[in-house]
């Protein structure tokens, strides 16, 4: 982490000051929460979706604030390989880049159309290269024409037909290798549509869709000593839910620890990391230790140290004047409402989740020549 970018980025010393005492909880916070990076015996992957990043129009909620970046900066950090959804234009990505460091690169797509249904977001995988590597392959997941979304509309003379389609924002997909473990890791953001009917069958059929695609694919790498992850934002409901079934009805595991734990502030578990395991290319241990470091799968949970409810003083003048919600509070609860939106758009909405996985097969690679 480049915290020089402090003096630079954040002008005002009270707000200068501010970032660097949450900084320090966050980091507090982290420490209890998120095994620590090791050289080369372990990778911790994640997911993360920042809600609107870059993005020109906020829906009234104004700008990041600069500090933010810092924030969502150290928590990738902690991390040697994030999927990130939602992010846009690119400016502020570069600014949490170069808060992160030389030793962090990103490969992400172009904008999706927004005509297509998305929200013209890029998918983007960060990672760290002293643990990561990436090994040149990269694309976007086309469906062949029997695999279309049958549910998905399309409108034709002004009238709503159903028509094989594509997905509503494309799958990424990319090669990567980290110790012995060499592995495909597609990143998804699936339709969200409605919680009822149609809509909602049409995101259940994204989910079903990648799933089928990728699962013979994942057979296949496993054999060729290759991991294949499936990760990002399913707009999962929970665990029981036709969603989760979608998911995992074509062998992909996911954690049993992700499987408990909600990725928004709403207790929903739109968020998910799933893969199919081979002793000897990617084992996957469950862990249900109480102590969170000796687990290998987790949730980190914002706004426990950062734009807490305790700060409500501290921001409110910002949410008041520079957010449509805030301008229209006529209470002291609606601009308390009104903040807890707003910092969903300057960290996120999402909370990031994350499995440890072993990378050192040296001993299983050896033991195949006895």
């Known amino acids: 982490m480049n915290y020089s970018k402090l003096r630079y980025l954040i002008k005002k ?43 020109r129009n906020r829906r009234g909620w104004g700008k990041r604030l600069p500090e933010s970046w810092f924030y969502i900066a150290e928590t990738i950090s902690r991390f040697d390989f994030v999927a990130v959804q939602e992010v846009n234009e690119l400016d502020e990505w570069q600014k949490i880049m170069s808060i992160l460091g030389p030793d962090w690169s990103y490969i992400a797509t172009d904008e999706t159309d927004p005509m297509l249904g998305g929200n013209g977001e890029r998918m983007t995988f960060v990672y760290d290269n002293r643990k990561v590597r990436f090994q040149s392959i990269a694309g976007e997941i086309v469906l062949p024409p029997n695999m279309l979304i049958s549910s998905a509309q399309i409108e034709i003379d002004g009238k709503k037909v159903k028509a094989g389609n594509q997905f509503k924002r494309t799958p990424f997909i990319a090669s990567f290798q980290s110790g012995w473990l060499k592995f495909d890791i597609c990143t998804v953001h699936l339709y969200f549509g409605a919680n009822y009917g149609e809509k909602l069958d049409q995101r259940v059929e994204e989910i079903g869709t990648i799933a089928k695609y990728l699962a013979t694919r ?28 979608a998911l995992t009805a074509e062998g992909f595991k996911v954690p049993q620890a992700l499987r408990d734990k909600p990725t928004t502030g709403t207790e929903k578990y739109y968020d998910q990391i799933a893969f199919k395991t081979k002793p000897e290319v990617l084992e996957y241990v469950e862990s249900r230790s109480a102590d969170p470091l000796k687990r290998n799968a987790g949730v980190v949970k ?3 140290k950062v734009f807490t409810d305790n700060e409500f003083d501290a ?14 509070a006529t209470t002291q609860a609606q601009l308390k409402k009104a903040y807890q939106n707003w910092r969903t758009y300057q960290f996120s909405d999402h909370y990031p989740m994350w499995v440890r996985l072993k990378t050192d097969n040296s001993q299983a690679y050896l033991s195949r020549f006895l």
């Open 13 to 55: 010393t009270e707000e200068r000051t501010r970032a660097v005492k949450n900084l320090i909880q966050l980091r507090h916070q982290l420490d209890r929460s998120v095994p620590a990076k090791d050289a080369e015996d372990n990778l911790l992957l994640s997911t993360f979706n920042i809600r609107d990043l870059g993005k």
């Open 218 to 245: 994942a057979d296949r790498a496993l054999g060729d000593d290759r991991a294949l992850f499936l990760l990002g934002d399913f707009n999962i409901v929970s665990p029981e839910h036709r969603t989760m079934k």
């Open 302 to 304: 914002l706004f426990e």
């Open 315 to 328: 921001y409110k003048s910002i949410v008041k004047t520079k957010t449509t919600a805030g301008k229209k």
